[in-house]
């Protein structure tokens, strides 16, 4: 035992030198890493007339928050925040609880299809979207027509809602059900022993215990949704009801783009996710490898 | 006994009541019937188009075609094999560049070498953000006038070709891809090291092994689920990749990848169904990835 | 609608805006009964550019006169004018605005066909004699010969330039008659260290530009019509002729060509990096918009001549206007802007937020013209035929998919002009029947 502990010594020794050397390597890639969004950072603090006289290099000589504030007025980013909210919000909770509907049916109740569906949810979130882009725009004119309102699913934020619930409640499923695999059954043992209907047994006895991966797909998912843009570009006609990333597009193509306050647009829309990412990254990463290492 | 147990919970469907046979399929039926009509039906009506000729505006203009738009693309068109080419390059890139990157890292920050903490939330922060704004970003660092033009001390008039010069956009477009994947996969891996018993490790240190005789010996092999899943996952990424030149390149062919074209045919200004064969072929190379991820991830229960 | 008809509108909105705010559409329908049918109703545009563009505010400063005429409320919103093009069919047929602005040539007249767009034809027979019979002939659908786009502005495809840069290097670009002239400008322009022929393909459709100009200089404009037709072959000699002019610029260009786009091209010039390039004059608002100085320098001539049987005969001139959304929610009140857009009131509020462009309405005092207007009229004028640009002109499936990645090929690597050349033509022969 105490041979095993001194070689270990020696060993951490070499190591650490070795360790050292290592960190600093990644560090510097690290850096290289996070400086273009630095940069991004820099570029939207100094105005546009400073970087046309004095080049980009050039000492600062005013840093303030002026794009900030100018990309607020120009681009409205007030609204289009309160979009991508009324889009995000109830697809994020959709997903959850269709997701987690499957996964209990799935995983409690064994039907012959079990696999199947399993198997058929999991295929359908990897498929690629380009090839729905067009039908899935005719298909909501067609059912919109049906009902005699063409603005029912287009052009209607319940319609950005729907895709994306229809396109990620198969990862979803995926995620709770290699979690639930996890949960021992005599819960739901003695749950139906004590004569729970269905729907209490998933509402009062599991769906408490799915919190952690119910949290962490939670911020996956908001994350994924507040990053969308194209399905906005296909299936939304307004730009009033646009979200904000799409919303950058308005301060591209000035007649000289600036670039400072474009930066200052990009950085705002940016700060969200970066912020949940840096204030919730266990349940980022939890999310994540939940679904593609299977826990 | 807890086969028994099981048993009893795994009810046939006879013995449930009618009202919670009700929920069941209501539970099962709902998201289902979603994923059919906004998912797998606009699939099919994509593949079918893709043996039409149409405009896409009045249905009775839908003309049969056969197979003359796949003939038009694999016969007709060059920019075809250069968006292929550009898919296979991508693929390999991520294959045996980023996504091993992306493990090295992953073992190294599992060792918690000296501030591993915040290398990780740096390399995963280009995950979290929307390629718009990705697009935005590099744009600053790679426009005439951005910072690396401006290191190079290029202005506006002189600047260096980067997207359109075409013996290095490839390796640029790559580079910023990277950016995100690597941070993706580090993640990915870093969760599934941390199940790996680090005993073992310490064990082969001690044999005397280096440190890549351990990663290759004993981790890699060990790691093998992981590591065929994160393979399978960057194929499809690779395949499916669109959002990014799009950001970079519009709808122009300037670098061309498969879902470029199918997007530019099938909406762009021209609308023809020969879009829908550009995705129908991304999709069916797609399918035998997401056939191996599938059998991989369900393995157990296939059996 | 008469004169007479307009002073009373206006008199009654003035009066409704009088009593409150809510009289104003009131005001409006109230004379429905009196004179001609008065259309009333709030009326969604779409500006196609960024809100941050020159041009966005002029697009809203014309929706404002004509609030202020009828009484109407125009909600305008600005859509990213790539998004809009690429998505137009799409939008068309979902909950489109009303009216907005569009470009005459194959991307009105095949939608038109497809039933997307609302005939306009009254309107224009109501602007009558200010349209000239060329301009209705240009916004006249031949399948039907009926109009679906009230032509407003055009512009030339030609030579721009700074006036500054060309003096200070002593060189007269006005004075170029022949190619060889060209060449020599470009070369002496490269000796001073600025790029000799500016160009930016990135958005696939620029270079599309000097591809149309010298097959009409070279093969005259019927040639060239009946290439985008498919009356003549990719693969002829004369095709050929054009790439190999092409090819004799490269050297001249910017080295990064397929990195820029418009944009990148308007800043060479903006920034007095470059001496000629080849571009429609719209972008001259953003000359104004930055500075009047800037818009002073700016001057365009006509390309060159280069076979004498066709001197300088051709050029390409779109023709943009306003054309009105069948499936709008008030297709009337849609026409009813756009004939205003083409009326000399819808001109007069443009010229007065800072347009720069050239009307076609004959109600419009060109007298006013600045020097640089008064110049694109005369490029125009020194043309018999007239080209709307090779991605109006020719179908839409093959000008973006075909015909642009082709040039782009052709940029990129000019050795493979053969190829190139062989495999758009047989892209044209895999083109399904209209």
């Given at each position: 035992m105490s041979v095993t502990i001194v070689q270990n010594k020696e060993y951490k020794n070499k190591q650490k030198v070795k360790d050292n050397f290592i960190s600093a390597i990644i560090g510097f890639f690290a850096f290289v890493w996070i400086f273009p969004i630095l940069w991004t950072l820099w570029t939207s603090l100094r105005p546009y007339n400073d970087i046309i006289s004095y080049g980009v290099f050039s000492w600062p000589r005013h840093l303030n928050l002026d794009n900030y504030f100018q990309a607020f007025r120009v681009m409205g980013l007030t609204k289009y925040f309160l979009n991508t909210l009324y889009v995000m919000v109830p697809s994020v909770i959709l997903i959850l609880f269709l997701g987690s509907l499957i996964a209990f049916v799935v995983s409690r109740y064994s039907f012959r299809f079990n696999l199947t569906l399993l198997l058929f949810f999991t295929a359908g979130n990897m498929l690629p979207t380009i090839a729905t882009y067009i039908p899935v725009f005719w298909l909501y004119i067609k059912i919109g027509d049906l009902f005699g309102n063409r603005s029912l699913l287009y052009n209607n934020y319940f319609g950005i809602i729907l895709i994306h619930v229809a396109f990620q409640v198969g990862f979803a499923t995926f995620v709770l059900s290699s979690y639930m695999k996890t949960v021992p059954k005599e819960i739901s043992e003695s749950a139906i022993l004590d004569g729970c209907s269905v729907f209490r047994h998933y509402w009062n006895v599991l769906l408490p215990l799915l919190r952690p991966p119910l949290a962490a797909l939670g911020v996956l998912m908001s994350c994924w949704i507040y990053n969308d843009f194209f399905w906005a570009l296909i299936l939304m006609s307004e730009d009033s009801k646009r979200p904000v990333t799409s919303a950058l597009r308005q301060l591209q193509g000035q007649y000289i783009t600036d670039f400072n306050l474009l930066a200052a647009g990009a950085s705002i829309v940016a700060a969200p996710t970066i912020i949940l990412f840096l204030v919730l990254r266990k349940q980022f990463v939890s999310g994540l490898t939940l679904g593609a290492t299977k826990g | 006994m807890k086969t028994a147990a099981v048993n009893k919970i795994v009810r046939s469907r006879r013995s449930l009541s009618r009202n919670d046979r009700f929920t069941l399929s209501a539970f099962v039926g709902i998201p289902t019937l979603l994923q059919i009509i906004f998912l797998w039906f606009p699939t099919l009506i994509t593949v079918v188009l893709s043996f039409t000729y149409w405009n896409g505006v009045n249905v009775s203009d839908i003309k049969w075609a056969g197979l003359a738009n796949y003939k038009n693309i694999f016969l007709g068109s060059p920019v075809f094999y250069d968006a292929l080419k550009n898919n296979v390059v991508w693929l390999l890139w991520f294959t045996f560049i980023a996504t091993p990157l992306g493990i090295l890292l992953a073992y190294q920050f599992d060792r918690k070498i000296k501030g591993h903490q915040i290398y990780e939330t740096i390399f995963y922060m280009p995950v979290v953000l929307s390629l718009a704004i990705i697009g935005i970003i590099w744009n600053f660092m790679l426009?005439?006038?951005?910072f690396v033009q401006g290191v190079m001390g290029r202005d506006i008039g002189n600047a260096v070709s980067i997207w359109g010069n075409y013996s290095i956009n490839s390796y640029v477009i790559m580079a910023v891809a990277s950016w995100r994947h690597i941070g993706y996969i580090m993640l990915l891996y870093l969760a599934g090291l941390k199940a790996f018993d680090s005993s073992l490790r310490e064990a082969s240190a001690i044999d005397g092994a280096t440190e890549w005789q351990t990663f290759r010996k004993i981790i890699f092999p060990t790691m093998r689920p992981v590591n065929v899943i994160i393979l399978v996952i960057t194929i499809i990424d690779s395949l499916r990749a669109f959002d990014l030149v799009y950001i970079i390149y519009g709808t122009s062919t300037a670098w061309p990848l498969l879902n470029i074209l199918a997007f530019q045919n099938f909406a762009g200004q021209g609308i023809s169904m020969k879009g829908a064969a550009y995705s129908v072929i991304a999709l069916v190379l797609c399918v035998v990835p997401i056939l191996i991820y599938l059998r991989n991830v369900f393995k157990e229960d296939l059996q | 609608m008469s004169e007479v008809n307009n002073g009373i509108s206006r008199r009654s909105v003035l009066k409704g805006a009088a009593i409150g705010g809510a009289g104003l559409v009131a005001g409006g329908s109230l004379l429905a009964g009196c004179g001609k049918k008065k259309v009333t109703g709030d009326v969604h545009y779409t500006i196609r550019g960024n809100l941050s563009d020159a041009g966005a505010k002029i697009n809203i400063a014309v929706n404002d006169a004509y609030t202020k005429k009828t009484g109407n409320k125009v909600i305008s919103q600005a859509v990213n004018s790539d998004d809009f093009q690429n998505n137009f069919v799409q939008i068309m047929q979902g909950t489109p605005d009303d009216a907005f602005g569009w470009m005459a040539g194959w991307r009105t007249n095949a939608r038109a066909d497809s039933g997307l767009l609302a005939d306009v034809s009254d309107q224009v027979k109501a602007l009558g004699?200010?349209?000239?019979a060329a301009a209705i002939q240009g916004a006249t659908n031949p399948a039907d010969g009926k109009q679906y786009i009230i032509p407003t502005t055009y512009y030339p495809w030609g030579l721009h330039y700074r006036k500054s840069t060309m003096t200070e290097l002593g060189l007269?670009?006005?004075?170029?008659?022949t190619w060889d002239d060209l060449i020599k400008l470009c070369e002496a322009t490269k000796k001073k260290g600025l790029v000799g022929y500016a160009l930016g393909d990135k958005g696939g459709w620029e270079a599309m530009g000097t591809f149309d100009i010298l097959n009409m200089r070279l093969n005259g404009y019927q040639f060239h019509y009946d290439l985008l037709n498919g009356k003549e072959k990719w693969t002829d000699a004369k095709v050929v002729d054009v790439f190999t002019h092409m090819g004799q610029l490269i050297p001249y260009m910017n080295k990064n060509v397929l990195d820029i786009s418009w944009d990148g091209m308007r800043d060479l010039l903006l920034q007095k990096k470059c001496g000629a390039m080849m571009m429609g004059s719209w972008f001259a608002n953003d000359f104004k918009a930055k500075s009047q100085e800037d818009y002073d320098d700016l001057w365009i001539v006509p390309f060159p001549e280069i076979n004498p049987e066709h001197g300088v005969d051709s050029i390409d001139a779109p023709l943009d206007g306003i054309s009105v959304a069948a499936n709008g929610k008030n297709v009337e009140g849609g026409k009813d802007l756009a004939q205003f857009w083409g009326s000399k009131e819808g001109i007069d509020a443009a010229v007065a937020a800072g347009d720069t462009s050239i009307y076609i309405s004959s109600d419009f005092d060109t007298s006013g013209y600045d020097a640089f207007n008064k110049q694109k009229l005369a490029v125009l004028g020194a043309a018999k035929n007239i080209g709307f640009f090779l991605d109006r002109d020719t179908r839409g499936d093959f000008a973006g998919p075909v015909v642009g990645p082709a040039i782009q090929s052709f940029l990129k690597n000019p050795k493979d002009l053969t190829k190139i050349l062989e495999s758009t033509q047989a892209q044209w022969d895999a083109l399904p029947a209209l």
């Open positions: - | 426009q005439p006038g951005g | 004699s200010s349209l000239s007269n670009p006005e004075n170029i008659a």
